[in-house]
């Protein structure tokens, strides 16, 4: 059985923890504001919003409902575009996009207005950056978006007088969400816990990889492992020169959390760049990683981190360099039982210099084709440690072992560069559009040894 | 007429049900006891022989009640339009990857789509082409190639000083409207059947499942009440899903829905025809366009579907906004073993305007001339005549083009993206603009018609019902001004009743920009004939003559003083005194017509003008780019209602901006769609739609075949995203003057990097 309390109404349901959570609002709870553009998280036409404790504090946050199994919201608030209809008319976010013309076939707007939903009830802070990010992964396609980007600059303005403190309270108050959100904390407190006595089947993190891949195998078993309710494995904290970033912990808390920020300051706006605010939300970080795409940004980005895993199989624990997890295309050094638990990262110091580069077809919520990572120690303007990884031109993300050795003892310039990429050019095998991921792989190199060194190299190298 | 005031500034009527979440789309209709539930199975090769279907399997699976194939369609296996070349199931071959071959019906959809992977089908293949140049060469033709001719474009290549040729592609487009296509329809009585289809051609659907089941056309009753995007990819092809559930209604005598997932949808249904052309372009001393010739290859797909009416939307604008004496155009319709390529926003007119522009840039840069300055002295002007021989009147494209000048300072945004490309070595900035003009008729003269149902009630409320589809454009909102200016009532009175066909039969689809003056102009008709009759009646209760009645904002006046009598009361003596308050309203457009022997006629009620002018920015070391702004004046008419209109400029204008930059529909050699879901085909999102767009509406004289003097503006302005990809190209040009220029389309990311370090060494 599985609780959990949809808009104002608690829930208790029997049906498979895999049934994604689109269907059973749609088709069970017949809240059809809730659409169906693609079922991959990538058009945020089911956008919904989700509330749980993190740190003993009821926190917002918005999610694509097609990728999200139910098994993954007991306890939890969903709230839908039901769920903040005032009785009749439209709250103030919905008034200001009708004032701009912000919807017109209207089948992405309820989508629109929960991502804002979300922004608005998550305590973030009220800026145009933050409240457009909200909003990045649903597309539209009849506005051109300018009258959706009006309407958010009008309520931005309109949230500066929010209350941070207590911003449900406020929200409540003014009319952006109703009243019962004020009881829903004490309302989840109470809900029964899940009574899952053996939890076996698919292992299934955040869903949004599994979903999108492997949709059929997933929805017709029944039974599945929902770690990412495992509590215990969410988190980050910083132990002796380690950064230590629990499994399921949410790319997003990763990318906001303090400790992060303190220690890979670029890593906020890096991991923008994967997928999109919702998809974030849900998706874990060593979802990315097992996963084994190769083209994972994690992966690249901590692979060159010189991270490690901890992989417990039932109390026995091992640890795994990553560079060294995977076995070839989508297969990784797993076992019957494994879980990974951790991705344990050694912190910078000083002579560090770490950059991750991307490039894809739409800059924002897509797929690589090509990226990659570089970390440097320099000491007295010499490499005496590199650690460069590369994804999207092989079966697996490569760690460039040779370009990495060359790269030890040489001072960053135009000559480096130039045999660096000689190098690496010989040790990926892109099969398709190899010719461009080359290139990719090459101007990479250049951004990497610039943001390392500003103007150490000159355009030269790249001719 | 001009538009009341007070409806000047209404949001669309549909954005209280849009913002709720409470709009109801076909996939939201409640369901029936009882329904059924289709998924289709489709052919996994692209051409080839069936040589044996084994469903036996798939029956015995969890749910199934039946499958469809084509033996048990029950009437005409064949949803062909303009040529009937299509099955609605595979019989016998099959002719693209994707092409549907049956139809499972089950107690769920879950189950309908799991029993899909236990069918069978084995297929001799044969060759598979892709290529339009290949199909031509085989005389793989879906019509016989037409050509439009004006003036003698050889003798006048002779007098040319400058001759440029060269050769340019331009890719299709996904049309990824968000609600994919769907169909529910459930048996009335008397063997009738209901069918609720997102389809932007209700009668289209109808004719479809008449044509599958064979039952008349009088048993088929079509509703829609909206769609959640259609852009043309519903303007034929939701007439093969509504005959497939028409057709399984029949067979099970119980409700059968069928939605489709996002990844079927993109492989079943065509998308925007990619074209292929070859150009000679002559000029005289003072680079005038003297001579041009081009010759298209469009990528047709597997069958006819409507790329001969696109084909020929093509030919319409070979010359696009210029002025060009002697001109040739001629288009093949190649037959290909693509998805059948069909209707998108533009139809088949981007394509020759992008020819047009590709042509005029290669010139510029080979004679080195600012690509702006020679679209200038080329623009189209009052009295050219175009090559199918219609006349050009009240031309506004140079007024346009010095409008833009003047308003946005062209030539300081020319300097500043000179000065910055002189600073910085790595980024470069890109300017272009682009003129557009776009005929406004269905080329095909006899579908410009248009009906209307409309009802006074007895409260003083109004409902009209019209033949045209509300997909997101506002279409409705504008048919309640209409009914609201031409009654003075107050909007709130007016009502759209859905889309249904049997209140409007014979309906033409909403399309070509045409859905607002067709159907506007029969409800201003409708209207105007009831308040004739109420005028009379008025008259006679009030011992007058009817023409010295009027009706104003709800109450009557005679000789312009007011009277007692307002709205309510004479809405209610007149149905007391059985005076009609209903009128089905028709609308012809008079003027057009077009002789098709000789390819020539007045094939347009007017033409839409304006120009767009886009800075770019490229990341020469990514490859990667962002749009600065885009600045356009667009010729209205006079709007009936700018918020809207506005609406539908700056959705055209990022939908095209997608169009040449990031939308790229891959397909591999043996036909297989690679872009086939959302993952893969990458549309514009909130982050790379440009903030800076900025609209000026020209004030011009109207066409009194626009409604109220306001011009269609649904489809002209996708176009101004060619300003941008033609910016990307300048700017690609700062960083790489040497590189071999291509005029393809779409400037992906991966094109833009080639060419910036085209000539390079890896």
Not at chain 2, 55 to 70: D, F, N, Q
Not at chain 2, 139 to 163: I, M, N, Q, W, Y
Request: proline share 4%; glycine share 8%.
């Amino acid at each position: 059985m599985i609780s959990f309390i949809v808009n104002d109404r608690e829930v208790h349901t029997d049906m498979a923890p895999s049934t994604p959570l689109v269907d059973f609002l749609r088709v069970h709870q017949r809240l059809l504001g809730t659409k169906i553009g693609c079922r991959e998280g990538d058009c945020g036409a089911c956008t919904v919003v989700i509330g749980d404790f993190y740190d003993q504090k009821l926190t917002y946050r918005t999610v694509t409902s097609c990728l999200m199994p139910i098994a993954n919201v007991q306890g939890k608030h969903v709230v839908t575009i039901e769920g903040i209809n005032p009785l009749t008319g439209l709250n103030p976010m919905q008034q200001r996009f009708q004032e701009c013309g912000a919807t017109q076939c209207g089948f992405c707007t309820p989508g629109f207005l929960m991502g804002l939903t979300g922004f608005i009830l998550s305590g973030q802070e009220v800026t145009e950056y933050n409240a457009i990010a909200s909003v990045d992964g649903n597309i539209c396609r009849c506005t051109g978006y300018k009258s959706i980007t009006n309407a958010i600059t009008m309520i931005v303005e309109d949230l500066q007088k929010k209350d941070a403190k207590n911003p449900v309270k406020w929200l409540v108050k003014e009319h952006y969400v109703p009243e019962y959100f004020g009881s829903i904390e004490e309302r989840l407190k109470k809900l029964p816990k899940r009574s899952e006595s053996n939890e076996k089947g698919m292992v299934v993190g955040g869903g949004t990889d599994l979903y999108v891949e492997e949709f059929d195998d997933v929805i017709t078993s029944d039974h599945i492992i929902p770690v990412a309710e495992r509590e215990d494995l969410r988190g980050i904290k910083i132990e002796g020169n380690s950064l230590v970033i629990g499994a399921s912990t949410r790319v997003e808390e990763m990318r906001h959390s303090a400790e992060v920020q303190k220690v890979f300051p670029d890593l906020e706006r890096q991991t923008r760049l994967i997928s999109s605010s919702h998809i974030r939300n849900m998706a874990t970080v060593a979802g990315n990683i097992v996963n084994g795409a190769p083209i994972g940004d994690l992966t690249v980005t901590f692979m060159a981190a010189k991270a490690k895993l901890i992989i417990d199989n039932l109390g026995k624990k091992r640890e795994v360099d990553l560079k060294d997890f995977y076995k070839g295309y989508k297969k990784a050094d797993l076992h019957e039982g494994d879980i990974v638990e951790a991705i344990v990262v050694p912190l910078p110091d000083k002579n560090t210099r770490f950059n991750f580069e991307k490039v894809s077809k739409r800059t924002y919520l897509d797929i690589a084709v090509v990226n990659s990572a570089l970390r440097l120690q320099i000491e007295n303007d010499v490499i005496v440690e590199a650690s460069y990884a590369v994804g999207g031109v092989g079966p697996i993300v490569l760690f460039m072992q040779k370009t990495c050795d060359f790269l030890v003892g040489q001072k960053v310039d135009n000559f480096t560069f130039k045999k660096a990429n000689e190098i690496a050019q010989s040790e990926i095998s892109p099969r398709s559009r190899a010719e461009y991921k080359r290139l990719l792989v090459k101007t990479q190199l250049f951004n990497h040894f610039s943001q390392a060194c500003p103007d150490a190299l000159t355009l030269e190298a790249l001719v | 007429m001009k538009p009341n005031k007070n409806t000047e500034n209404m949001r669309n009527i549909d954005s209280v049900g849009h913002l709720r979440g409470e709009s109801i789309y076909v996939d939201d209709i409640p369901l029936r006891e009882g329904t059924l539930f289709g998924a289709i199975f489709t052919s996994p090769k692209a051409h080839g022989i069936i040589k044996n279907i084994d469903l036996s399997k798939a029956l015995e699976c969890k749910g199934v009640y039946k499958i469809l194939t084509h033996k048990d369609v029950l009437h005409r296996n064949q949803v062909g339009g303009i040529v009937e070349d299509q099955p609605l199931f595979a019989e016998g071959k099959v002719m693209y990857m994707g092409q549907p071959v049956a139809l499972i019906i089950a107690d769920t959809e879950k189950n309908a789509r799991l029993a899909i992977k236990k069918i069978s089908i084995e297929i001799e293949e044969l060759e598979v082409i892709t290529d339009p140049r290949v199909a031509e060469q085989r005389g793989e033709l879906k019509v016989p190639s037409r050509t439009f001719a004006l003036g003698d474009t050889e003798f006048a290549f002779k007098g040319c000083e400058h001759v440029v040729e060269g050769s340019g592609e331009i890719n299709g487009q996904e049309h990824l409207y968000i609600e994919t296509h769907g169909t529910y329809a459930w048996p009335t009585e008397h063997g009738d059947i209901k069918v609720c289809s997102s389809s932007q051609a209700p009668t289209h659907v109808q004719e479809a499942v008449h044509k599958v089941t064979g039952l008349p056309i009088n048993k088929i009753e079509v509703e829609v009440n909206r769609l959640g995007g259609g852009f043309g990819g519903k303007e034929v092809q939701g007439d093969w899903f509504a005959a497939m559930a028409g057709l399984a209604v029949v067979h099970t005598k119980r409700p059968v829905k069928l939605c489709l997932h996002r990844h079927d949808d993109m492989i079943i249904t065509g998308k925007r025809h990619p074209y292929e052309f070859d150009y000679r372009i002559g000029f005289d001393k003072d680079f005038r366009i003297r001579s041009y010739e081009v010759e298209f290859y469009q990528n047709g797909g597997a069958f006819a579907d409507i790329s001969p009416a696109i084909m020929e939307r093509t030919l319409f604008h070979g010359t696009s906004s210029y002025s060009i004496p002697n001109a040739k155009i001629t288009v093949h319709s190649c037959r290909t073993n693509l998805p059948p390529n069909t209707a998108f926003r533009g139809f088949g007119a981007p394509q020759a305007m992008f020819a047009l522009e590709a042509a005029l840039y290669k010139s510029a840069e080979k004679h080195r001339l600012q690509f702006i300055e020679l679209q200038k002295i080329n623009l189209l002007r009052e009295g050219d005549i175009f090559p199918y021989g219609q006349v050009a009147e009240r031309v506004t494209a140079g007024q346009c083009f010095e409008d833009l000048e003047k308003s946005y300072d062209l030539q300081k945004m020319r300097n500043e993206v000179e000065g910055f490309n002189k600073l910085f070595p790595t980024v470069k900035k890109g300017i272009a603009t682009f003129p557009l003009c776009f005929g406004i008729s269905f080329t095909t003269t006899g579908l410009n018609q248009g009906r209307s149902l409309v009802h006074i009630y007895a409260d003083g409320t109004v409902g009209v019902s019209t033949g045209v589809i509300e997909m997101g454009q506002g279409v409705n909102t504008k048919i309640i001004q209409v009914a609201a200016t031409t009654f003075s009532i107050d909007p709130k009175r007016v009502k759209i009743i859905p889309t249904n066909t049997t209140r409007i039969a014979n309906a033409s689809p909403t399309a070509a920009s045409s859905g607002a003056d067709l159907n506007g102009r029969a409800t201003e008709v409708a209207c105007l004939s009831i308040v004739r009759r109420m005028k009379e009646y008025a008259a006679k209760m009030l011992g007058t003559q009817s023409e010295r009645v009027l009706i104003k904002d709800e109450v009557v006046y005679v000789d312009n003083e007011k009277t007692d009598l307002g709205w309510d009361k004479l809405v209610h003596d007149c149905i007391f005194n059985r005076v009609s308050l209903s009128e089905h309203g028709h609308y012809a457009t008079p003027v057009i017509s077009f002789d098709k022997k000789r390819e020539k006629g007045h094939a347009f009620a007017y033409h839409v003008y304006g120009t767009a002018a886009a800075v770019v920015e490229v990341d020469c070391l990514r490859g990667t780019y962002k749009i600065d702004s885009v600045k356009i004046v667009h010729d209205f008419g006079t709007s009936i209602n700018p918020h809207i209109d506005f609406g539908q400029v700056e959705g055209a204008l990022v939908q095209g901006i997608g169009l040449v930059t990031n939308e790229e529909l891959v397909y591999d050699a043996k036909g297989k769609l690679i872009s086939n879901s959302l993952s893969s085909y990458k549309v514009p999102d909130i982050q790379f739609a440009p903030k800076d767009i900025e609209v000026k509406a020209l004030e011009t004289m109207p066409s009194e075949l626009a409604i109220f003097g306001s011009k269609a503006v649904g489809e002209p302005p996708l176009m101004y995203g060619f300003a941008i990809y033609f910016a990307l190209q300048e700017a690609i040009k700062a960083y790489n003057p040497d590189r071999k220029l291509k005029l393809k389309s779409p400037l992906t990311h991966k094109r833009c990097l080639e060419w910036l370090y085209d000539g390079f060494k890896i």
